[in-house]
């Protein structure tokens, strides 16, 4: 006889014992039955998961059917290799043009400038303090390390590191929402197409084009970089949850919770985001999940404390641009983040415009009304989620808590920061595909091909405004016109262009727009940098001005020193201009440079001998630069010391016989000896 029985109508009981309470066995009781027909009642034996005798029983007696092995599972494991394929392809094709693309923003002090990037790697966990991308985030830091040890400073290798970060999390996404759909909890609704919603989830999430930001801005890899701990130490602690040995699994979370740590703050999301996963999806309260799992869930909180050690090392406060004693009143930023928020949510489903850097404003009540409106419903439709234990408010508390240290912690630089999505878009997204799937069921699967294709056209798009530091800043400057750092920052592409005048016009819109309450702490970069331009077209007057101006501001500004140095030499004004550069002489990296100007003010100025021991200093840090023994051989013939001052000249010709000036100096000193 032939008997099926359907998981709604039947109902499965057993022991852990055999026939004969043989250990290694289960034996389960299945009866099936409908309406007034008596039941049927199958007898299973399960050595190791197999079923290897069947015994079915009616009230009329017993039939023994002979059973084997059950089918082969379907190539589930070819499903994803073929999913895993398909993000790697569309992850290429979207970011393709980016390899090329150069160090922009605050690449230059988290790469070009960063000393511990060069040398042995464990340098690298001691990254510098203070502001940088990279200050207190150790991890991170390791990752541009070992890119330089690869490439140097060649932009390939960092470019295809940040590409492969953001494919791992994509695949590691896609693994974890499809083995959430299909958990118990999901499964009646959700589990028959967990693959598909999973990898369309994955897929939308990897083209998104907010992405860019944290995938072709090399530097904000710490973005993605901890994103991609965060969702492993996620996938470890769902294996752990229905793994027969869970000491692996956990200690892979707790491992992938430490990594985020060392590479961004937002891992200190991590522990209260896993423990409202175990409530939602696993246990049935956080009580049941905390006594379930205690262990794990102290050892997640626990890495708090080494956060705490790393944040430390930044002065609390990220150089002073982000934390509770900067400059800035928490009100004050707080109110803007009422608009933040609200654009992350445009961006999800209308991702235009995209800005690089959206520059500082500031909020108040009035301006943040219209906002909150909408945020606190919000807020408050993912508290009631969360109390009543719901997959969408824990989606919604995954949305809040990992924006929430950028979003409570006042920040001086930038209130809204698109990147600042990466990890937030995944839990939005998965709302929004998972709710068209259960008001529409496998109609809307068909409509996300072409949106994901869409999100791609609009990557391409948008990672072409990367291919230089001048149309980054050109775009950003077009969507942001009132950006005082955007245009700063314009102002120096274009002076490095040799395009003074236009510099000169950014750097005057620069100083215009400038926001008060972050000028004190960048206006004597703007008026130096000003200066330096209004140079490069002859307003000396007008550029001398802006000099004095930064040095007004910040009288320890060694770079205004030697530029306000050189302007009054340009005027011929050498007394005043000595001080300035005695001042500049801290410049490490220019100070043979300076020290020889140094010496040639004070002889124009007339102090001969301390031009002339500033000059022997010169050719003390710099034996085998000709125009340094140039320079001393023309002081002492100065100081009418014509044999010592063809033994310079002589030295100039051994380093560089061809040498004009040096052969001149050298028959001078002939002649008068």
Known sequence: MALEIHPSSTRLTGDNRGKGGTPGKRRLKAEAGAGDKPPLTLFFALPKNKVSCLFVATPSGTIVAA???????????????????????LA????????????????????????????PLWRALLPPPGGLTTSGRPIANLSLALNHAVSGEAVWSYHTLNLLIHLLAACTLYAVLRRTLASPRLAARF?????????????????????????????????????LWILLALYAFIRATTSAQPVRWHALTVGAALAGVGTKEIAVALPPLLLLYDRTFVASSLAAAWRARRGLHLALFATWLPLLALVATTGWNRGGTAGFDVTVAPTAYWLTQPQALTHYLRLIVWPHPLVFDHGTFWGSVRAAAPYAALIVPLLGLTLHGLWRGTAAGFLGAWCLLILAPTSLV????????????????????????????????????????????ALGGLTLARNATYR???????????????????????????????????????????LR????????????????????????????????????????????????????????????????????YEAALTLAETRVAVESEL????????????????????????????????????LLLSAHRPAAAAAAFRRALELDPADAAARRGAALATGER
């Not at 290429?92 to 400038?113: N, Q, R």
């Not at 989830?201 to 907010?210: D, G, K, N, S, T």
């Not at 009132?482 to 274009?494: F, S, T």
């Not at 000396?540 to 530029?563: G, K, Q, S, V």
């Open 468 to 510: 230089s530091a001048q149309t980054l800043w050109e775009d950003t400057v077009a969507r942001a016109p009132a950006n005082a750092r955007a245009r700063y920052n314009l102002g120096l592409v274009y002076s490095a262009a040799g395009r003074p005048a236009d510099a000169v016009a950014q750097g005057e819109a620069a």
């Open 67 to 89: 059973s084997s092995t059950p089918s082969p599972p379907p190539p589930r494991r070819r499903v994803d290799f073929l999913v895993f394929t398909l993000l790697a392809a």
């Open 410 to 453: 006042p920040g001086t630089i930038q209130m809204i920061v698109e990147h600042r999505l990466y990890l937030p878009l995944a839990a939005l997204l998965t709302l929004l595909v998972t709710g068209a799937y259960a008001a529409l069921g496998r109609r809307s699967l068909f409509v996300w091909p072409a949106v994901a294709l």
């Open 191 to 227: 589990g028959g197409a967990a693959r598909p919603l999973a990898a369309t989830i994955a897929a939308l999430w990897l083209l998104h084009p907010v992405q860019t930001e944290a995938v072709t801005y090399v530097c904000q890899r710490t973005e993605s970089l901890a994103g």
């Open 599 to 634: 010496a040639l003010a004070l002889f124009q100025a007339g102090r001969l001998p301390e031009a002339l021991a500033h000059a022997q200093a010169v050719v003390t840090q710099a034996p085998r630069s000709v125009p340094a023994y140039c320079n001393l051989g023309y």
């Open 92 to 119: 290429l094709a979207a970011y393709a043009g980016t390899f090329s693309a150069p160090f922009v923003g605050d690449d230059e002090g988290a790469i070009l400038e960063n000393p511990t990037l060069r040398g």
């Open 513 to 580: 727009l400038a926001d008060p309450r972050s000028y004190a702490a960048k206006a004597h970069a703007l008026h130096n940098k000003l200066g330096f331009d209004l140079m490069q077209l002859g307003r000396t007057p007008e550029a001398i001005a802006h000099y004095e101006t930064a040095l007004r501001l910040r009288p320890d500004y060694a770079l205004a020193h030697l530029n306000l140095a050189r302007a009054l030499s340009a005027e011929r004004r050498f007394a005043a201009a000595v001080p300035h």
